[in-house]
């Protein structure tokens, strides 16, 4: 083999080694840029996943805000309409006990002229109190207490009051001591914070351990409390807890 067949074959090895490492070189720069690419991609995703969750976490803190407020203002709602309702039970409860004023008001000599049934039906509920208080107590000896202003009528009644009593229990007439202290006076404007009676008495046992309170503002109030529902739901249309 000669210079020239020599050189020749190292030639050809030349451009066989060099293509070799153009299509290794070619390969290895396809590879990178595949991987490239695909790190690229999971980069994007992941990215696009942690803005997603961001999206999402903040969506649901703006829903859970939203629905907190609502709930605010659906409650604050509910209140004033309760206190509306509130307010106008306690007017209806207001003006009964005005009405009351007007079954034990006799103060007025006039009006006892003019209107003496005022008077006669106010003696008939205070002898008709007397009985009942008489019947829950079922004591030989009772105290009475009354307002100053009542005395004279409740002393007019008694008699008759032990009497029925004393017929209905089948046992003798009782004694019944009415009391020096009275029961507060009627309200008026002179008096509008300080404590009150609407008119009835209270009876107790002489040691005080039972006591019977018969006034129309305790009636009032036991009458109110056991028909409230019965109120709520005439004036609102459905019984409110």
């Known amino acids: 083999m000669n210079d ?30 595949e991987e490239f690419n695909i790190e690229k991609l999971q980069l994007v995703e992941a ?70 049934h005022h008077q006669d039906s106010y003696k008939k509920l205070l002898h008709n109190l007397i009985v009942q208080s008489l019947l829950r107590l079922k004591e030989p000896s009772v105290l009475l207490r009354c307002r100053k202003h009542d005395v004279h009528l409740v002393e007019h009644v008694l008699d008759a009051a032990k009497e029925e009593y004393a017929e209905k229990a ?29 008119g009835g008495v209270v009876l107790a046992s002489r040691d005080g351990k039972i006591v019977c309170e018969n006034t129309l503002d305790a009636r009032l109030e036991v009458v109110f409390r056991k028909k409230l529902p019965e109120i709520r739901k005439c004036l609102f249309g459905q019984v409110t807890a």
């Open 4 to 33: 020239a067949d020599v050189s020749k074959q190292i030639q050809q090895m030349v451009r066989f080694i060099r293509q070799e490492a153009e299509e290794k070189a070619n390969e290895i720069s396809v590879s990178a840029e």
């Open 170 to 198: 089948n046992v003798h007439a009782p004694e019944i001591i009415v009391d020096d202290i009275h029961l507060p006076p009627a309200p008026s404007h002179h008096n509008m914070h300080g404590p009150s009676c609407s």
């Open 47 to 116: 990215e696009k996943k942690k803005i997603r969750q961001e999206f999402e976490r903040k969506e649901k803190q703006v829903d859970v805000r939203k629905k907190i407020e609502y709930s605010m203002q659906l409650n604050a709602s509910r209140i004033k309409v309760l206190q509306a309702q509130d307010d106008l039970v306690n007017t209806m409860k207001e003006a009964a006990a005005k009405e009351l004023l007007q079954v034990s008001h006799h103060h007025n000599e006039l009006v006892e002229v003019i209107l003496p």
